[in-house]
């Protein structure tokens, strides 16, 4: 049977998202529900209740997305599911929901790999870049430079010792008081920075040499800098500038190593903070004549087209979820191609 239409389900923390690909067309139906508002009472994602929360939202965005695309479910050739990595609670409830719509539907199911879909987002885009490329896959919950020789080969040339980059920043919010999610505001703090030529003078971790990165020395170096200040708006948006501008700063960096050590021309930065635009309008300046790729804004964090597609890419190539086995991976290394 030809491969035509794909619902992919992401549920891996706190977004519950819906899309359908389809293969003359890209994403004809994308439908999202953030969890922001049950989580920020507590400062950060509750597990327990980000699976509630997915249980409630997955089916009638499924519902919602068939309609937005004009579909029935006899449509879909195929359903993709995030099966890690992320909070275990959470790739359950999509991996069970996805495995039990493929069973009654009569159609193939396939777990991806969540870092592996926010690189496929890139290709969505047009153009899209053609590996061999370097990719920066910074979230939440990871920051690594990945060489991409081809779609499912990965090398993993350099990631964070400690803290992500996305949770440096989410971090940084909660202690300030700015709620969620941390980065969006605490880089729009950093755009109402009085004196933004003449910054605080923040770390730059591990800046010099290699391809790893370490955030939480600089979030507790901003930790006590606000301890020492007076902890009003003015400090906290020097705070925020001088924070962002030591992040950025080492993603560009080490991005320009990356290219060089492995003599390629082509960035793919993907994942929650390729939204950050002091990020994109840096890489910008000291890339010089390699080209960079992002994903449009709303597939930058968490979102279904990004698991619609690569499950297309990868039941395309035959593979598949064996029956009636659920794959839910809380930890679940990029270089490793299968769930199982
Ligand atoms: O990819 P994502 O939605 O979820 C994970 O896979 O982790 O990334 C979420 C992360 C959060 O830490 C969030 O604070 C960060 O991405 N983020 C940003 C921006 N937008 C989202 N960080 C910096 N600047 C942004 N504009
Ligand atoms: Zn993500």
Redesign the pocket.
């Known amino acids: 049977m030809a491969l035509r239409c794909v619902l992919g389900i992401e549920s891996?923390?706190?977004?519950t998202a819906v899309a359908i690909y389809e293969s003359t067309q890209g994403i004809v139906a994308h439908q999202h529900h953030s969890q922001i508002k049950t989580h920020t009472p507590y400062q950060g994602v509750v597990p327990e209740l980000a699976s509630r929360d997915h249980i409630k939202k997955t089916l009638p965005l499924v519902r919602a997305a068939l309609a937005q695309a004009d579909l029935v479910p006899s449509d879909i050739d195929g359903i993709a599911y995030t099966a890690g990595p992320?909070l275990i609670g959470a790739l359950m409830v999509g991996a069970g929901f996805a495995k039990s719509l493929g069973y009654a539907w009569g159609v193939p199911t396939i777990g991806v790999h969540?870092?592996e879909a926010?690189l496929m987002a890139a290709l969505l885009e047009s153009p899209a870049p053609e590996p061999p490329f370097v990719a920066l896959l910074?979230?939440?919950?990871?920051t690594m430079l990945v060489c991409v020789n081809a779609i499912g080969v990965y090398e993993v040339l350099g990631e964070t010792r400690d803290d992500?980059?996305?949770?440096?920043?989410?971090k940084l919010?909660k202690l300030m008081g700015l709620g969620?999610?941390?980065?969006?505001?605490?880089?729009?703090l950093a755009e109402v920075a009085c004196d933004r030529d003449r910054l605080l003078p923040f770390p730059r971790p591990m800046l010099h040499n290699g391809l790893d990165f370490s955030f939480s020395g600089l979030k507790t170096h901003a930790a006590q800098v606000y301890a020492d200040s007076a902890q009003d708006d003015e400090s906290k948006a020097g705070i925020a500038a001088a924070f962002?501008e030591a992040?950025v700063e080492t993603l560009c960096v080490k991005s320009c190593r990356a290219l060089e050590q492995t003599g390629l021309s082509d960035l793919v930065v993907?994942?929650?903070?390729?939204?950050?635009?002091?990020?994109r309008m840096q890489l910008r300046e000291c890339l010089g004549v390699a080209h960079v790729f992002y994903p449009r804004f709303e597939y930058?964090?968490?979102?279904g087209a990004m698991v619609a597609y690569a499950g297309y890419c990868r039941l395309k190539l035959g593979e598949r979820d064996p029956d009636l086995v659920i794959q839910a991976k809380a930890r679940w290394p990029l270089a490793d191609r299968h769930a199982d």
């Not at 910074?138 to 990871?142: E, K, L, P, Q």
């Not at 992500?164 to 989410?170: K, M």
């Not at 993907?270 to 990020?279: D, E, F, P, R």
């Open positions: 891996s923390c706190d977004d992320g969540h870092m926010h910074v979230s939440g919950g990871h992500a980059a996305g949770e440096a920043f989410d919010a969620m999610p941390g980065g969006p505001l605490v880089s729009a962002e992040v993907v994942g929650g903070v390729s939204a950050n635009k002091k990020l930058c964090t968490d979102n």
